[in-house]
């Protein structure tokens, strides 16, 4: 698999929605495709955010919202909050594929 | 409690060998993978590779394999990550982190972290 890519960064203000693309999915018929969603905040350890492209575990917000289309997939974080400030990753997991595992480049959110 | 616990920050100097370790509980160590996961300073997450505690089988990323190595012990449910000759570019955060088909191959529990300074 390659690197995925995501925006560097993204701002918002409290309240209104954002959504994070992660471009580069693999899009074959062969092979399913394991997107996650991680949040880190400065200096912390990743947080598993979004499983299996919509799945959320059960103490992450509903506010969270996980998507894919094609070769993309989406993290829309809605009615955003000052504690959403942190850097979001995607990434895709594909067992026939190598690497069968690669991170997304990474987006820091801002809120204003 | 599910818990991965890491072994502590080290400082080596280039050239020198390194191994840390990543202690699971609080689940069947044998069945679910453990990943490592590199963090630059400033930078992203990088898969490094996996293995798999209950045949040890490992993956490794190409583009930084051959400069480390992935090992576990079942029997203290200790997975490690060495290097035999550290480079200054190996200064990082690594985390372990279990891999769980319950959650769709992703990386559900995480290690705190173990920071690797190689620095003359």
């Known amino acids: 698999q390659s690197a995925l890519t995501q925006p560097a960064s993204l701002s918002g203000s409290p309240g209104q929605s954002i959504t994070i693309s992660c471009s580069g999915m693999?899009?074959?018929?062969?092979?399913?495709?394991?997107v996650s969603w991680y949040q880190q905040y400065p200096g912390e350890v990743p947080k598993l955010l979004i499983f299996?492209?919509?799945h959320r575990p059960a103490a992450v917000s509903s506010r969270f919202v996980g998507s894919k289309s094609g070769n993309t997939a989406s993290l829309t974080i809605s009615g955003l909050q000052a504690e959403d400030e942190a850097d979001y990753y995607c990434s895709s997991y594909i067992g026939s594929k190598r690497p069968p595992f690669v991170f997304g480049t990474g987006t820091k959110v801002t809120v204003l | 409690e599910v818990q991965l616990v890491q072994s502590g920050a080290e400082v080596r100097k280039p050239g020198e060998s390194l191994r840390i370790s990543c202690k699971g509980s609080g689940f069947a160590f044998t069945g679910y993978w453990i990943t490592w996961v590199r963090q630059m300073p400033g930078k992203g997450l990088e898969w490094m590779g996996k293995?798999?505690?209950?045949?040890?089988?490992?993956q490794h990323s190409p583009s930084i394999r051959g400069h480390f190595t992935i090992s576990v012990d079942k029997s203290n449910s200790t997975a490690y990550l060495q290097w035999s000759s550290l480079k200054a570019s190996d200064t990082a955060v690594y985390y372990c982190?279990?891999?769980?088909?319950?959650?769709?191959?992703?990386?559900?529990?995480w290690g705190q972290g173990t920071v690797v300074t190689v620095s003359s």
């Open positions: 293995i798999d505690p209950s045949d040890s089988y490992t």
């Open positions: 693999n899009n074959d018929d062969d092979a399913y495709n394991y």
């Open positions: 982190a279990r891999q769980s088909g319950e959650t769709g191959m992703a990386l559900d529990y």
């Open positions: 299996d492209v919509n």
